[in-house]
């Protein structure tokens, strides 16, 4: 989402089945603990732990996470 810490164009390496169309709907919005990587030094991604649980959050909870998250920004 735009406002995040991260750009809304890099890649994302998650579990599969945060893909599941019928689990998930496209536009889903997910919580994820997700750290910044280059494999090999090709193209940044973000890569979030499979095992880690699945966090949906409704697109009001998605705004304000954000808009709580840029007041602790430095």
Same mark, same amino acid.
Not at 57 to 68: H, M
């Given at each position: ?7 809304? +164009?890099?890649?994302? !390496?998650?579990?599969?089945? @945060? ?5 998930? =709907? ?9 750290k910044l +990587?280059?494999?090999l !030094?090709g193209?940044?991604? @973000? ?5 880690? =649980? ?21």
């Amino acid at each position: 989402m735009p406002g995040q810490a991260f750009s809304s +164009t890099l890649m994302v !390496q998650c579990a599969r089945r @945060l893909r599941d169309a019928e689990r998930y =709907p496209a536009g889903t919005c997910f919580l994820l603990s997700a750290k910044l +990587t280059d494999r090999l !030094q090709g193209t940044p991604f @973000l890569y979030a732990y499979h095992g880690d =649980p699945d966090v949906v959050l409704s697109a009001t909870e998605a705004k304000a996470f954000l808009a709580e998250f840029r007041r602790g920004r430095i």
